[in-house]
């Protein structure tokens, strides 16, 4: 069964600090990444997407990495600010017999961040 | 539009009501997906229309849901005889391509609340 987890399900850091948002897949055979973040009551954005042949990508204070091989991928924020607080979703598509764009999500990690 | 226009925004219902949830995507995006977010959950994926057809609408959850894409461009979801359990948000999604790099644009979402 394909599945992503995420952890932890919500974190609370005080402002300046760099944190680390973990994601975790079931099936190596993947296409693509992507990291999302979601606000209340607004749609998703993209933050990252990694595609299978890649190992990172990085934009601004936001590096994600992919190793495909232990099925994880994790999403760094440097200098954490308040503005960062939302919920960080993971997506994955998979490779095998999956529709390109359907994205399997993991359930997120709530993030706060507190000045 | 610049980008994924999802109406109505807020939809409070009574069990066993019909009801209609409208996605108008990017100009010119030929892919449209559609997600369901239920609360503390990622967002599942329903089903995915290439033009005006289902490709795969192997998400939908029972024969009380129903897409349509008539033209090619707005899509329709339907919902009948709801129920409590229908109650989330419904997002929809929209690319260039259902091929390739897959970069969804996400809509705001339409909160479906079934009393």
């Known amino acids: 069964k394909q599945e992503v987890t995420q952890i932890p399900a919500a974190l609370s850091v005080p402002e300046g600090e760099n944190l680390v948002l973990n994601c975790s897949f079931t099936?190596?055979?993947?296409?693509?990444l992507q990291w999302f973040r979601q606000d209340p009551g607004k749609g998703l954005t993209s933050l990252l997407l990694?595609?299978?042949?890649?190992r990172e990508q990085t934009s601004g204070r936001l590096n994600a990495s992919l190793d495909k091989s232990s099925g994880r991928s994790t999403l760094y924020i440097a200098a954490s600010q308040p503005g960062d607080s939302a919920t960080y979703l993971c997506?994955?598509?998979?490779?095998?017999?999956?529709?390109?764009?359907?994205?399997?999500f993991g359930r997120g990690t709530q993030l706060t961040v507190w000045p | 539009g610049a980008g994924v226009s999802q109406t109505p925004s807020n939809k409070v219902t009574e069990k066993g009501k019909y009801v209609e949830l409208r996605c108008d995507p990017i100009?010119?995006?030929?892919?449209l997906y559609w997600y369901r977010q239920s609360l503390g959950q990622g967002p599942e994926f329903l089903i995915y229309?290439?033009?005006?057809?289902?490709?795969?609408d192997s998400g939908l959850p029972n024969d009380r849901f129903f897409a349509v894409r008539p033209e090619g461009s707005v899509s329709t979801l339907k919902i009948q005889r709801t129920e409590r359990g229908d109650s989330a948000v419904y997002l929809c999604?929209?690319?260039?391509?259902?091929?390739?790099?897959?970069?969804?644009?996400f809509g705001a979402g339409s909160r479906l609340t079934v009393l």
């Open positions: 999604a929209s690319s260039f391509s259902g091929t390739g790099a897959n970069v969804l644009t």
């Open positions: 099936d190596s055979a993947i296409y693509n």
């Open positions: 990694i595609q299978s042949s890649q």
């Open positions: 997506a994955v598509t998979f490779d095998r017999g999956s529709t390109l764009g359907r994205l399997y």
């Open positions: 100009s010119g995006h030929t892919a």
């Open positions: 229309f290439q033009g005006t057809g289902a490709a795969d």
